[in-house]
């Protein structure tokens, strides 16, 4: 590591201004930066010193996805092989199976390996493809405007990458994430100053100029021709009684043994990383209770009102928490700080629209089963505006004391 050191302050010179190599100085920055701490100290007075920075936050976000993502790589590989077998398939095609065939790895559902193999090769070509678009973006900005590359753009990969289903053509994964940091973020002034959490932005774009690619029954299970609706598709037909008719329990869907975006289906993984991210005071716990609160409450008035026609009122709150990206989008994506709300009762009010936002699209648009995503976005439209009203109010009530 010493000589890596020394390699990239020898050549650094060559990137700063005046160099032959200027106009490169933020992908210099971003690789010395992601290896070693910045020795950057402020040198003025006064300032606040913290023992965590930016950095630091956003390698605690991605550790809390190291549960998911391993359940993530076992469940799209159960999935396949699942797939497979009912099939009566001996390999799949392309480069996949000639090199599970050239490795001598079966297809076998009840191989720990062979699933988490077979899973990683669906997961890491959408990864790198990620890293690769949006990263190429981040730098031409980052050059153009002579910032530095910001670490939030690893967050925002690889959130982006576990909503998508494992189908998805890598070409439209690229097109997602260029349209979600650049649209996203890279329009506002980058990092700081969007109001949309670029990663859902990115999403929401394939959703609606890719619905086939991104809905329907044919795109959960990364095996061509193979179709299966999601336990959440389910439920918008027929209610829990068709989850459980399909063969389904609750606590298969609350593990993540079921088909669907390949980062969402383990609420347990979830909740793992979703202590580690409080324990660490990275997410607010405040957004988390109040979007769980505003499920809890909106499914129970729903339960209570009852529907005759429409199964969806009668979903408990625990089938909500355990289907779909729920879960995931209440631990990871609400709680970006840059488009969440900033004050703390902001953050109840906000956590709290975007979980009865969530519950009310499930059940009264059957056309949209899920609503996790639209609701975070209709969110972040609403943080600035909920933090202003709370800030008057605060204002107001100072006003009378005095």
């Known amino acids: 590591m010493a000589r890596l050191r020394r390699f990239l302050d020898r050549i650094e010179p060559a990137f700063q201004k005046g160099g032959p190599y200027e106009k490169f100085y933020a992908l210099y920055e971003m690789v010395d930066t992601f290896i070693y701490s910045p020795a950057d100290v402020t040198r003025g007075s006064p300032?606040?010193?913290?023992?965590?920075d930016l950095k630091r936050v956003m390698s605690y976000v991605v550790l809390a996805t190291f549960p998911v993502l391993l359940l993530m790589l076992w469940n799209t590989g159960f999935q396949a092989n699942s797939a497979m077998a009912e099939l009566g398939m001996s390999t799949v095609d392309g480069w996949r199976g000639w090199l599970m065939d050239g490795l001598g790895i079966a297809y076998d559902p009840q191989s720990l390996f062979a699933n988490m193999f077979h899973g990683l090769l669906?997961?890491?070509?959408?990864?790198?493809?990620?890293?690769?678009?949006?990263?190429?973006?981040?730098?031409?900005?980052a050059a153009v405007r002579n910032h530095e590359v910001n670490e939030g753009f690893l967050v925002s990969s690889m959130l982006y990458t576990l909503t998508l289903p494992p189908s998805t053509p890598l070409w439209m994964v690229a097109l997602g994430i260029i349209f979600g940091v650049v649209i996203g973020k890279e329009v506002f002034g980058g990092t700081g100053k969007n109001f949309l959490n670029p990663a859902l932005t990115g999403r929401a774009f394939l959703y609606f100029a890719y619905p086939a690619a991104m809905s329907g029954d044919a795109v959960w299970t990364a095996i061509d021709g193979y179709t299966g609706a999601t336990p959440l598709g389910l439920a918008a037909m027929g209610g829990v009684?068709?989850?459980t008719e399909a063969g389904y329990t609750w606590s298969q869907t609350f593990f993540g043994m079921m088909p669907g975006s390949i980062g969402e289906t383990s609420t347990l993984a979830i909740l793992i990383g979703m202590a580690f991210l409080l324990i660490t005071r990275v997410a607010s716990y405040r957004i988390i209770f109040g979007v769980f609160l505003g499920m809890f409450v909106t499914s129970a008035l729903f339960n209570l009102i009852g529907s005759e026609t429409n199964p969806m009122f009668g979903m408990p709150w625990y089938w909500h928490l355990s289907l779909g990206g729920l879960a995931f989008g209440m631990v990871f994506m609400a709680t970006d700080?840059?488009?969440?709300?900033?004050?703390?009762?902001?953050?109840?009010?906000?956590?709290?629209?975007i979980g009865f936002m969530t519950v009310l699209i499930r059940v009264v648009n059957p056309a949209f089963p899920e609503g996790i995503m639209l609701a975070i976005l209709f969110?972040?439209?609403?943080?600035?505006?909920?933090?202003?009203?709370?800030?008057?109010?605060?204002?107001?009530?100072r006003l009378q004391r005095t």
């Open 47 to 52: 300032h606040v010193r913290d023992g965590i």
């Open 122 to 141: 669906y997961f890491l070509p959408m990864y790198i493809m990620t890293l690769v678009a949006g990263g190429v973006c981040e730098v031409i900005f």
């Open 241 to 243: 009684a068709a989850i």
């Open 337 to 353: 700080p840059v488009s969440a709300a900033m004050t703390n009762k902001g953050r109840w009010i906000y956590g709290a629209l």
């Open 379 to 397: 969110g972040n439209i609403f943080a600035p505006l909920i933090d202003h009203f709370v800030v008057q109010a605060n204002v107001k009530r």
